[in-house]
C-alpha cells in the first residue's frame, strides 16, 4: 500500500508579538487536518525549494519549523522534514523528525549526510542538478530515466559510503527539479526503473508547473484542477510501486488511490 506524505509549508511571512512565526499554528493545524485525512507521514518545511524561490538562513528556517515539528510529533504523527541544511536537520531530529527529506541529497550541505549517518532516521535522497535559480539551464538529458537513475545511484553510494544503512535510504526522482514540462512526464512513464533500484522510492508531482502546463489547454490550471491532475500522477506511482506520494490535497490522493485499489483488485482499506 502506498503511503501519503502531506505537505505542511510552514508560512515564511512575518513574526507574531511572541517570536513565534505568525504561521505557526495555522500549520500546526494544518498537520492535524491532513493527518486526520489520512496522511501517514507529515513533511514540513520552512523554506521553498520552488523555481526562482529565494534562500532563508537555517536560523529563520529552523524558527519556523521547530514548533511545528514539536506539536506533530507529539501527537504521534510520523514527522519528516523537508530541509537542505544539516543544523535544520539535526535540530528536526532533535525534536521528533523521523525522516530527513532533503531535495539536494546531501549536495546543497553535504554535512547533512553525517547528520542523518549519526542518528537512525530515514533520508530521502532527491534528485537535483543545482539550485533553484541554475536548475534550468542544467535541464538538458539525452534519456532523462537513465541519467536521474545514474545520479540517484552516486548520491545513494555517498550515503552508503557514510554509513548509513541502505535500509534507511528513500530514493526521489524530484520532478521539476531541473527537468522542464515534458522531461517529467518522460520520468514519470519511467518511473518502474526508479522503483526497480530496490529502494524506498518517494514521488512528489503536487501541483507542479508540468500538471498545470497540461491542464492549461482547458482553461486557468486552478489549484482544483491541479489537485485533481495530482491524484491521477500519484495512482501512476502508486502503479509503478513507489513507498509514498508527497502531496498537498490528502484526502483527493487518498481517494483516487482508494478507487484505484477496489478497482484493480476488488480490495481497498476498508
Ligand atoms: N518538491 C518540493 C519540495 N520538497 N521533497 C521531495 N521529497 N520531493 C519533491 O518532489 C519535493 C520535495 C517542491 O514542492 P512544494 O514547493 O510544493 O513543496
Redo the contacts with the bound molecule.
Sequence with gaps: MTLL?G?V?VTPDSFSDGGRYVGVDDAIAHGRALAAAGADIL?I?GE???PG?ERVPPEVELARVLPVIEALAADGTMI?I?TMNAATAAAAIDAGALIV???SGGQSDPEIIEVVADSEVHF?I?HWRGPSDRMYARAHYDDVVDEVIAELEERRHEALAAGIPPARL?L??????GKRGDQNWELLCGLERVVAMESRV???????GFLAATLEEHGEPTQERRDLATAVTSVRAAVAGVWAV?V?DVAATRDALAVWERATTGEGRS
Design positions: 506524505m505537505i509549508n513533511d518545511g521553498s525549494t520552488r524561490a519528516s523537508d527529506n532533503d531535495v530521502a532527491g528513500i526521489d526522482p524530484g520532478f521539476g527539479f518517494l514521488v512528489g508531482t503536487s501541483r507542479k508527497r498537498h
